[in-house]
């Protein structure tokens, strides 16, 4: 049941994040489950719970059972009957509920084992997602890119018709070319990043490295989003881990205390005796049952086991606190930084809206007769620069959303 419950954290956590998505990147849906089925991560630290949880059938048994045989190998001349041989079987068991003790203590350690898994996941889950937003970033800049190439293109045109009648000047062209060639180099660098964030995201979805990954071409900026409630940071596996290892500890502890009672043995000995006028029974051979007791007085090993694990629990809710302070922070963080993405969103807006403005205004000076290339580069390089602040303020709105998600989701 308890193994259950954690299942059911995961899969709410990846249908909540799949739904933030959805919107807009049903390919990240696509790549995130491709991801959990083949990361050789995932796979790993999934075998390490089944080996975890296999170790209940180990601890379930009792101590081996000891068989003894011994034989005369030479009979002395006596007129007393003498022994042949001697058989004797011996069962040691532990105290009672000691067996039952190890399998609590076993299974606490495969509970923690499987939160591991969950983490795992939901770290998977982040990077795939984070490099899928800084594919689109990259992308989006190619575009971006490829129409103030394009527009300044046109400007060129204009630039060399004004120069046929002279309203211009052959300089104003050498400007133009210039800043084209600048923009190439940009999408030239532009298109090396994008191999190597393409590689990176392939690798966690563990196939060749250069196999074709597809984005959305855009991306919206959400007018509000989802209040965000601290208290559901209680949910995040990094902090199930260490509840899941103090459970392990008081296990431990109940073991302890177990292991440092005593043992009892239980068994059978025969002795079989040669013939001998002195035996008048009919039964000459000797059958004993037998009882050990096996009693732990120099404990202090045990005593010493307890204080420890008194100090492990310490430790754990130290440690424990320190990182919910620490994912307090990093959610503090992230929705900070998701609203200073927004607002930087909404500014390059207002601010693009103005120099196309402005860039109409110059089209039409151009009708009059007069045109300066100068303001036009001017205004040109604005709005680039307006179009890349947007797309960056949208990859950090969804990568901080991510890492909101992964945080209390």
């Given amino acids: 049941m308890k193994q259950m419950k954690t299942y059911i954290k995961t ?42 949880s296999e ?56 509970d923690a084992q499987y939160v591991e898994v969950a983490l795992a996941k939901r770290k998977l889950v982040l990077a795939v997602a984070q490099r899928y937003y800084q594919l689109y970033n990259i992308r989006a800049k190619q575009q971006v890119l490829d129409k103030n190439m394009s527009l300044l293109q046109s400007y060129e045109t204009l630039a060399l018709t004004a120069v046929e009648v002279g309203k211009a000047s052959a300089v104003d062209v050498l400007r133009l070319q210039v800043r084209q060639n600048e923009l190439q180099e940009k999408k030239a660098v532009l298109m090396q990043q994008d191999k190597g964030i393409q590689a990176a995201l392939n690798s966690l979805l563990n196939r060749d490295y250069d196999s074709e990954v597809t984005v959305v071409p855009v991306m919206e900026m959400p007018k509000t989003d989802a209040v965000v409630h601290y208290d559901s940071l209680a949910l995040n596996p990094e902090l199930l881990r260490y509840d899941k290892l103090y459970r392990s500890i008081e296990q431990a502890e109940a073991l302890n205390q177990k292991e440092s009672g005593p043992m009892l043995g239980v068994g059978v000995g025969y002795i079989n005796q040669e013939d001998s006028p002195m035996i008048t029974s009919s039964y000459k051979d000797m059958v004993m049952p037998m009882l050990s007791v096996s009693i732990p007085i120099f404990n202090k090993k045990y005593k010493s086991q307890t204080k420890q694990n008194q100090w492990r629990k310490q430790e754990l809710q130290f440690q424990k606190e320190a990182r919910l302070n620490g994912l307090r922070a990093d959610l503090s963080k992230a929705v900070s930084q998701r609203n200073q993405a927004r607002i930087t969103y909404y500014a390059q807006a207002d601010n693009l809206k103005q120099t196309q403005d402005a860039e109409r ?49």
């Fill in 55 to 110: 170790k209940v059938n180990e601890v379930n048994t009792l101590p081996n059972t000891e068989f003894n045989f011994s034989v005369m190998a030479v009979s002395p001349e006596m007129e007393m009957p003498m022994e042949r041989y001697r058989v004797s079987v011996m069962q040691m068991l532990p105290w009672f509920g000691t067996i039952t003790a190890r399998e609590n203590y076993v299974t606490s350690m495969a």
């Fill in 11 to 52: 899969g709410w956590f990846l249908a909540s994040f799949f739904f933030a998505i959805q919107g807009h990147a049903q390919e990240l849906e696509g790549y995130i489950q491709e991801a959990l089925s083949n990361n050789p991560e995932i796979q790993k630290v999934d075998v390490q719970y089944k080996i975890a």
């Fill in 361 to 409: 205004i110059l089209v039409k000076t151009y009708e009059t007769g007069t045109i300066d290339f100068n303001d036009v580069l001017d205004i040109q390089e604005l709005q680039l620069k307006f179009q890349i602040n947007q797309i960056e303020a949208v990859k950090a709105y969804y990568e901080q959303s991510a890492i909101i998600n992964y945080l209390i989701q």
